[in-house]
């Protein structure tokens, strides 16, 4: 199973800038997809990005794209999410993922969270206007 611990949460005001971490542990050759996830109250989970770890493919939210980007650190096996422009509506718990797959996984990932099976607890990001 892989373990995962997020990190770099905060509070900022609205064009602000902040960068999660994740730190990856438990690899396996199961895992093809790592993502970024978030959850405001009342809310379904919904993807913001993921890192395909055999392609370094990345793949966003439309909300995101332009303002955030994810990348992977291979030798801390970290996992980062930097997010730029933040706006009030970024307000979330965010959670790292990471997918399982039993025999040749995807080529691409997706950003559905039913399919990852790993989950970090999160971290608060804020966004005040």
């Known amino acids: 199973q892989v373990q995962l611990v997020e990190s770099g949460g905060g509070s900022v005001q609205a064009g602000g800038s902040l960068r999660l971490s994740c730190v990856v542990s438990?690899?396996?050759?199961?895992?093809?997809?790592l993502g970024w996830f978030r959850q405001a109250p009342g809310k379904e989970r919904e993807g913001v990005a993921a890192?395909?770890?055999?392609?370094?493919?990345?793949y966003y939210a439309d909300s995101v794209k332009g303002r955030f980007t994810i990348s992977q650190d291979n030798a801390e096996k970290t996992l980062y999410l930097q997010m730029n422009s933040l706006k009030p509506e970024d307000t979330a718990m965010y959670y790292c993922?990471?997918?399982?797959?039993?025999?040749?996984?995807?080529?691409?990932?997706?950003?559905?969270?039913?399919?990852?099976?790993?989950w970090g607890q999160g971290t608060q990001v804020t966004v005040s206007s």
């Open positions: 438990g690899y396996t050759d199961g895992t093809y997809c």
């Open positions: 993922a990471a997918d399982r797959w039993v025999g040749r996984g995807p080529t691409s990932c997706g950003l559905k969270a039913y399919g990852y099976g790993d």
């Open positions: 890192f395909h770890v055999r392609r370094s493919g990345t």
